[in-house]
């Protein structure tokens, strides 16, 4: 008898731990996906990512041209990943994504629009409004942090 309860609990906490951690791949899967869907646009206007652009070689409508371009793509990996946060990290998450995505226009209304990047100055003023992108779009991907935690640990998310 004492052995069969060993088992039973040996196989409830095997069966948990298992749970635990296809729930935990498969967040962690979309959260790759996630960030995948962004890094494209990083690579292209960050100087420090990839083949980042310097402050000299475009001028700003070029900055609000890529974000627009590639807009489809973030809001359906926005749309997908979000599904994966508490309702407590969606708040937050959904706040980031509306610092990114809308604009207050001067009649008070909210837009998606990705204006608020734009600068008509030439090259190397629209620094700020890039730096702005970068920020907003690294916030976003801080949501999507990969968990490497053992099954065991306490407080997994």
Do not use: C
């Amino acid at each position: 008898l004492i052995n069969f309860i060993f088992m039973g609990l040996g196989a409830l906490i095997g069966y948990g731990s298992s749970i635990a951690v296809a729930v935990r791949k498969e967040r962690n899967e979309a959260a790759i996906d996630f960030q995948s869907a962004f890094f494209p646009t990083l690579a292209k206007i960050d100087p420090t990512v990839g083949i980042g652009v310097n402050d000299y070689s475009f001028p700003g409508l070029t900055l609000v041209k890529i974000l627009e371009d590639d807009f489809p793509r973030h809001v359906t990996a926005y749309q997908k990943f979000r599904q994966y946060l508490s309702k407590e990290k969606r708040f937050e998450f959904d706040t980031a994504w509306s610092e990114y995505s809308q604009h207050k226009a001067e009649d008070g209304k909210i837009y998606v629009h990705l204006g608020k990047y734009f600068n008509p100055a030439a090259y190397a003023i629209h620094v700020k409004e890039r730096d702005e992108a970068i920020k907003n779009i690294r916030n976003i991907l801080s949501f999507a942090e990969i968990n490497h935690k053992s099954p065991f640990e306490s407080n997994l998310t």
